[in-house]
């Protein structure tokens, strides 16, 4: 059983064009994130929702926007793509929004690289 | 939250102790401090996660001194399989589940 499952694996695109990477979690966690690693490997993280509410909202584009039509999903919807977005994005999901001991799952992760 | 400060890489041969050492001086009393593992081309895995003295579990044991100022990851007879970029976290406790990674610790093992 896959926990936390992202869709495409893999995504090429030009400048310029729109595009949305989707997650999916079947833990019955809370909470879920995005995070981006850019090509020197740092982990940033990008967003988060708790029950579908957004709670932590960092320095992004606003180009990026997320979604999350239920707890078990949270979608990340990118316009205008720019070269400097080509990087790996992460879902990850965690049983509530912070305190201690609260491991996040992460997904797979989305190789997104603009032409 | 507290900066770590870990090595960029690290070497070791299979069936050697491994220890990585973080350091985070800033380190506050609501603070944890937590390990993930990340494989190439994975998404980061938790590892282990303390506030003080010793915790074990089936992966790996994490030593934090009575300062808390730095700890040790310490993973038991490497194999080949190990090799992975090891972050240090520190975790407010009652943060909004904001994780900050930095740059990890390559441990590269060799045969």
């Known amino acids: 059983d896959t926990a936390v499952s992202q869709t495409p694996k893999y995504l090429v695109t030009q400048m310029g064009n729109d595009k949305s990477i989707k997650c999916e979690q079947n833990?019955?966690?809370?909470?879920m994130y995005w995070y981006k690693q850019d090509s020197k490997k740092f982990l940033k993280i990008m967003f988060s929702?708790?029950?579908?509410?957004?709670?932590i909202n960092e320095t992004v584009p606003n180009r990026f926007s997320p979604k999350s039509p239920d707890k078990a999903h949270l979608n990340l919807h990118i316009n205008s793509l720019e070269l400097g977005d080509s990087a790996v994005y992460f879902c990850?999901?965690?049983?509530?929004?912070?305190?201690?001991?609260?491991?996040?799952?992460f997904g797979p992760g989305t190789r997104l690289t603009v032409l | 939250l507290a900066k770590t400060t870990q090595p960029i890489s690290m070497d070791s041969y299979e069936g050697q102790e491994v220890n990585i050492t973080c350091s985070h001086n800033n380190i506050a009393t609501n603070d944890y401090i937590t390990w993930y593992q990340q494989f190439p081309s994975q998404g980061p895995r938790f590892i282990i996660q303390g506030y003080k003295t010793k915790v074990t579990n089936e992966v790996a044991s994490l030593f934090i001194p009575a300062d808390r100022k730095s700890s040790t990851l310490s993973l038991p007879r490497v194999s080949l399989s190990d090799t992975a970029v090891y972050y240090c976290?520190?975790?407010?406790?009652?943060?909004?589940?904001?994780?900050?990674f930095g740059q990890g610790t390559t441990l590269q093992v060799k045969p």
């Open positions: 929702y708790n029950n579908k509410e957004l709670i």
């Open positions: 976290l520190v975790v407010l406790s009652s943060n909004t589940g904001k994780l900050i």
């Open positions: 990850a999901s965690s049983p509530t929004a912070g305190g201690a001991y609260n491991e996040q799952f």
């Open positions: 833990l019955g966690h809370d909470t």
